[in-house]
């Protein structure tokens, strides 16, 4: 269900290797071999070592030798398993999306509770795969990992009465704002490790400057804003995804008003 492109400029796009052996191989539906040795390797696990690897060097440390010696192997045994480093991809973005059997992981709630539930999870799976934000998957190959989670979220919120595009819609709005989150949480990140200042000692640095500028009367609204409102325990997420289901809510509600009226109110 993930869409997100970094800002910083994509490393990789999805669906750049050969979209027929991807399918083949997210799907389980290519013939195996009935005779010869019994493979040392699985599938699995070069997708799962490939993204211990994404994980702790990012997109730019993946390659299909790096992940051979993770697996302690020669590079071209891995070959004998995906074609190459674009397939492997769309095999780690689609089982990172995996979700559990558990019909509860969208909350035990209605629709909202299902889409909170959804903007939370995709923000932590942001933060434990950053490297998600650096790839383009505006044409993302579908697999069972992204249409699972696809059925089960749109199964949830189908009784919000919206039309069928509008539901994907919101789905994606939903994701469209967790990624603008998420990426704001990996540039903080990333200035911090590449300046070796924390995000206090960086604003604190410009505390003596800010303070004659403020008492200069040039900016009268700023000057008067309490001395909270930048500080750190106003959650922004959850503040701006709550307006967004607060929106969602009065949509519905004017569907459900629609609905009720006798159809020659309607016209």
Sequence with gaps: MTSGTSGTGSAETSGSGDIARTLELLWDTGRRPSRGPKPTLTLDRIVEAAIQVADTEGLEGLSMRRVAAELGTGTMSLYRYVPGKGELLDLMLDRVQRV???????GDGGWRTALETLARETLALYRRHPWLLQVNQSRQILGPGALDGMEKILTRIRPMGLSDPELLSAVIMIDGYVVGAARSHLYQREAERRTGLTDAEFWQAQVPVLEKV???GRYPVMASLSEDTFGPDFDHFEFGLQRILDGLEV??????DQDAQPSEDRS
């Design 214 to 216: 403020m008492a200069s």
């Design 100 to 106: 559990s059997e558990d019909p509860a992981d969208f």
């Design 251 to 256: 949509l519905v509600a004017r569907r459900r």
